[in-house]
Structures are given as structure tokens and as C-alpha cells.
Antibody
Framework: QLHLQESGPGLLKPSETLSLTCTVS??????????WGWIRQPPGKGLEWIGN???????YYNPSLKSRVTMSVDTSKNQFSLRLSSVTAADTAVYYC??????????WGQGTMVTVSS | QSALTQPPSASGSPGQSVTISCTGT?????????VSWYQQNPGKAPKLMIY???KRPSGVPDRFSGSKSGNTASLTVSGLQAEDEADYYC??????????FGGGTKLTVL
């Protein structure tokens, strides 16, 4: 079964850049059938789609975050990444990576908590 | 794009059926047959329960079913079991490769 694992710093200061990596195991990130996405969930709140990246580097972002988001893929490492610039306390959330098959997110990582605090 | 509208809570007794609604617009729920439902237990990642309005991934009990009418999608859980108590989120394709989620519904099994 495909497995996704998020990694990255758990604590950031305001104005810094959030950088997370999702490692895909027991499967290839280079499949033409899937996108690879990021979703976040602030404490006690609902889910928010951040965006996704295709194996060839094509990206799609949530319009509300587009100006601060960059996603990339490294097929040699079977990883994809998220960068979110100029973070504030409002970006404090659990960040999930997930596989997107057409328009459903069928496999999720366990999530990683990122806190923005001075 | 605005979040889809879900009731904050729903409840039912074991064995009963409960339906959770998810209301959007003609630009998302009403415009595409790409509504998904996710179950999330406390401290866990969401799990896909329904995709493309009414399809179930392998391993999801057939007690879970989905439907759509106009701009509103619904998730029905039949024969409620204690293990079904969780948060449920809908999502919909919203064009231009965008996805939008609902605010979530906390399902309580009484």
C-alpha cells in the first residue's frame, strides 16, 4: 500500500517561509494517473485545499493562497514539496500531503503540525 | 471559492440512518459529479469514504452511500454503529483543478 510521510520544521516565526516535504513510498510519484497535493487543517477547524503538483512539475494552487505558495516535485527522490512564504499565526495548522486521483484524495499522510509563533 | 456548507452536527442512535448535507453552488457541487466525502477520527488523517458522488473505495462498508441533487450533495450512513462517530467532510471539484471543502459535520452516535 502506498505510504506518504510529511516532514519539516514544526515551529516557525512570523514572516518566515514554511517548507515541508512529502516522501512517497511503496509506489512511484511518476505515475501519470495522480496529482500530489497538500491540505491543511487549523486546530479545531476544517480542511483547506492548498494545491497540487503533477509528476512533471505542473502546479495548481488555491486562489486564496496562490501568491504565497510554491510546490515542486523531485522524482529522483520520490518526494514533493510545499513552500509557503510570509507565514503568520493564521497559517498554524496540521499540514497533510495526499495523493489525488482525479478529484478525490484517496491516500493521506499522517499529517504534521506547524506552529507559527514569535 | 467559498467553502461548502455542512451542518455542524448530526446524530443518530445505533441502527438508525443519518444523512449529512453539503450545499454548494452551480460552480462546484452542482456543476460536476465530483463530490467526495471524508471521515476523520480525532487526531487522525481523513479517510476517503465516497468519491464521484456515490462511489465507494474498496473496503468502505456499503452502509455509507452518497447522492446529489442540484447544488446539494448528501452522505447517508445506514445502520449506524458506534465506530461511525467521527467528523465528516465533503469536498467538490470547483473547476480549474481547484478543490473546495465543506466546514465539516460532527456525527454523534447516541
Amino acid at each position: 500500500q502506498l505510504h506518504l510521510q510529511e516532514s519539516g520544521p514544526g515551529l516557525l516565526k512570523p514572516s518566515e517561509t514554511l517548507s515541508l516535504t512529502c516522501t512517497v513510498s511503496v509506489g512511484s510519484i511518476s505515475s501519470i494517473n495522480y496529482y500530489w497535493g497538500w491540505i491543511r487543517q487549523p486546530p479545531g477547524k476544517g480542511l483547506e485545499w492548498i494545491g497540487n503538483v503533477y509528476y512533471n512539475g505542473i502546479t495548481y494552487y488555491n486562489p486564496s493562497l496562490k501568491s504565497r505558495v510554491t510546490m515542486s516535485v523531485d522524482t529522483s527522490k520520490n518526494q514533493f514539496s510545499l513552500r509557503l512564504s510570509s507565514v503568520t499565526a493564521a497559517d498554524t495548522a496540521v499540514y497533510y500531503c495526499a495523493r489525488r486521483q482525479l478529484h478525490a484524495l484517496d491516500i493521506w499522510g499522517q499529517g504534521t503540525m506547524v506552529t507559527v509563533s514569535s | 471559492q467559498s467553502a461548502l456548507t455542512q451542518p455542524p452536527s448530526a446524530s443518530g442512535s445505533p441502527g438508525q440512518s443519518v444523512t449529512i448535507s453539503c450545499t454548494g453552488t452551480s460552480s462546484d457541487v452542482g456543476g460536476y459529479n465530483h463530490v467526495s466525502w471524508y471521515q476523520q477520527n480525532p487526531g487522525k488523517a481523513p479517510k476517503l469514504m465516497i468519491y464521484e458522488v456515490s462511489k465507494r473505495p474498496s473496503g468502505v462498508p456499503d452502509r455509507f452511500s452518497g447522492s446529489k441533487s442540484g447544488n446539494t450533495a448528501s452522505l447517508t450512513v445506514s445502520g449506524l454503529q458506534a465506530e461511525d462517530e467521527a467528523d465528516y467532510y465533503c469536498s467538490s471539484y470547483a473547476g480549474s483543478n481547484n478543490l473546495v471543502f465543506g466546514g465539516g459535520t460532527k456525527l454523534t452516535v447516541l
